[in-house]
């Protein structure tokens, strides 16, 4: 009699080994890619981490409390999205010298129609985002059709647009904003109900959205993350905003039988708005892909049959009327526009903070989330620093010297790339 031996499978252990095994490719996969140079926000990432945690451990009662943090969001917000706008010229390779300008001649337009001329706030900002779009496709035609540096154009746009914000002012005048939806649009909270509402709903619709798109990914054969890694990158992120937003919903105000101040800043809506449609206009359109070509090498793109100029128009329209929407934030922060609105340094720290964040001054290489990165490692700096006690001048100092340091990350990473043949 012949005997059968039958083998029990042992799905559960595969799948964990197979899972295991995938993990450790995927991370493999990573360190490969930032040994080659692909670095990207991971420094700015790092360096907020470790600022963040110096700031702590100083000034515990001071930096940590929820006020100082829903203060840290309001201060940030106007840098972030003119930082988000000049990525987009930033990948071609270009520069905006005049957004800081562009953002404070909205703001004036907006004070003057409201005020002077007693318009509607809608048709006031929508004049107002005119504004930008008028600029940016000045300066877009500039130097897309004409050829000239996008240096001396938007220098030329940045020294006029200082003369047209003092026009509209008059010398030394100022607007202060009475409308309660822009006073209120970098300045107050949402209620702690609204926001935990849009916390799980937000949360719930990235999980989807980026499960399916890794799931088309894999049933197409293409490259994808493993399940398990997205699990935990959308775990992380999940207990991490659950975090904010449990803490913001405390109260914070300083006499809260006077005034309750508890909730998440509205301002943090629009920007997590913007970073999604700018971030899916990138990444998911052929236009998005199309500026990466444009900046990676405007020849080839030409040659592939790219419309170059149409490209570059369209990023300076993009970052000017995003500029626009950066002067509303910042005068409602200061409750106002005046000449300083949109000067001192809010460019260089725009600027700062797209670089800072990952974004590459060569071009070809960034991404929207590195201006939201970058501006919240600027605004540490700016906000931590005085609290220690630290002068004006030192915080200039320090400001210069990280992004000096993020400069150089990234022209040794395009050095590392072209060795390792991933440019």
């Not at 996969?29 to 945690?53: C, E, H, W």
């Not at 969001?73 to 706008?85: E, R, T, Y």
């Not at 048709?123 to 996008?150: D, E, N, Q, T, W």
Request: with cysteine; charged share 10%; aromatic share 8%.
């Amino acid at each position: 009699m012949s005997t059968m031996t039958k083998t029990t499978p042992q799905p559960a252990a595969d799948d964990q080994t197979s899972a295991a095994t995938t993990l450790k490719s995927a991370f493999n996969d990573y360190v490969a890619r930032i040994r080659g140079g692909d670095v990207g926000s991971l420094p700015a990432v790092f360096g907020l981490i470790v600022l963040v945690t110096v700031f702590s451990i100083l000034k515990p009662q001071s930096f940590t409390n929820s006020f100082n943090f829903a203060n840290l969001l309001n201060q940030s917000a106007g840098v972030i999205v003119l930082a988000m706008g000049l990525v987009f010229v930033l990948l071609l390779g270009e520069i905006d010298l005049s957004a800081g300008y562009t953002a404070a001649t909205g703001a004036a337009i907006l004070g003057y129609l409201m005020v002077d001329k007693d318009w509607p706030v809608v048709p006031a900002v929508l004049a107002c985002l005119a504004s930008g779009a008028v600029i940016g496709l000045g300066i877009g035609l500039l130097v897309s059709r004409l050829g000239i540096p996008s240096f001396v154009v938007t220098l030329a746009a940045f020294l006029a647009l200082q003369g047209v914000v003092i026009k509209i002012l008059g010398e030394g005048g100022s607007f202060s904003y009475s409308n309660e939806f822009l006073v209120n649009l970098n300045t107050a909270p949402l209620s702690v109900t609204t926001g935990w509402v849009l916390t799980v709903i937000g949360l719930a619709a990235y999980a989807a959205v980026t499960y399916l798109k890794n799931a088309r990914r894999r049933a197409r054969g293409l490259v994808h993350q493993p399940v398990l890694l997205w699990a935990i990158k959308t775990g992380a992120l999940a207990v991490l905003v659950v975090a904010a937003v449990a803490y913001l919903s405390v109260e914070r105000s300083r006499n809260p039988a006077f005034t309750s101040l508890k909730g998440v800043p509205q301002v943090l809506l629009l920007i997590v708005a913007l970073l999604v449609v700018l971030s899916f206009l990138l990444s998911s359109t052929p236009w998005g892909r199309h500026v990466y070509a444009v900046g990676g090498n405007s020849e080839a793109a030409r040659r592939a049959g790219i419309n170059v100029a149409w490209i570059k128009l369209s990023c300076f329209l993009m970052c000017s009327t995003l500029a626009a929407v950066a002067g509303i934030l910042i005068a409602s922060r200061d409750n106002g526009v005046s000449g300083d609105t949109g000067g001192s340094q809010t460019l260089l720290f725009a600027v700062g903070a797209a670089v800072i964040g990952g974004t590459s001054l060569f071009g070809g290489k960034g991404k929207v989330s590195d201006a939201v990165i970058g501006g919240l490692v600027i605004s540490v700096i700016a906000n931590g620093m005085p609290l220690l006690q630290a002068t004006p001048a030192t915080v200039l100092i320090v400001t210069g010297f990280v992004l000096l340091i993020a400069a150089s990350v990234d022209a040794i990473s395009r050095q590392r790339s072209a060795a390792t043949g991933r440019a």
